[in-house]
């Protein structure tokens, strides 16, 4: 049976950066009760507190953070680059302890986002882009989708299911 890791902010637990979650989903339920559900919150994973300020990456790439080219930084200017690389580093490993192909985390987070991104200026201005780790993650060949595309995930879990 293939696992599946999940953002724990889609599973009802209070650690987004404003103390808040989300859900219930039907689906994330139903993985719940197969027992495929492998939960993490990358930031608190990387030692960030709840509530936290909220942190955007400068551009709006995971993938230019895990390079080293750019930070991310809260909207009071604190560099907290270590702590989200840490995180996505932890999630990495729980994918490769479960042999993880497959990623449901929540949309335009500065870790967890899979398509589009803040830009960095706390402005709501969003850029094509991904989180921290979500980069990560699809740098080692997982398949990230987010809350918005829970009928894609499922389909794309009944294919490795079939394989
Ligand atoms: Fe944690 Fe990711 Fe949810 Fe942010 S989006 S609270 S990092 S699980």
Not at 24 to 29: E, S, V
Not at 140 to 147: C, I, L, M, Q, Y
């Amino acid at each position: 049976m293939h696992k599946i890791l999940v953002s724990r902010c889609l599973l009802g637990h209070r650690v987004r950066y404003d103390g808040g979650a989300h859900g219930p989903f039907d689906q994330l339920q139903q993985w719940l009760d197969e027992g495929r559900v492998v939960a993490v919150c990358p930031e608190v994973a990387g030692g960030l507190p709840t509530p936290r300020p909220p942190a955007e990456i400068n551009g709006g790439q995971g993938a230019a953070v895990l390079d080293g080219r750019v930070p991310v930084l809260t909207v009071e200017g604190e560099d907290v680059t270590a702590a989200f690389v840490d995180g996505a580093e932890q999630a990495l490993r729980l994918v490769r302890e479960h042999d993880i192909r497959l990623a449901l985390l929540k949309a335009r987070s500065p870790s967890c986002g899979n398509l589009e991104n803040y830009d960095g200026s706390f402005s709501g201005v969003r850029v094509p882009g991904e989180g921290v780790t979500a980069a990560l993650l699809k740098r080692a060949g997982v398949k990230v989708f987010n809350e918005m595309q829970l009928d894609e995930a499922a389909a794309e879990l009944a294919r490795l299911e079939r394989d």
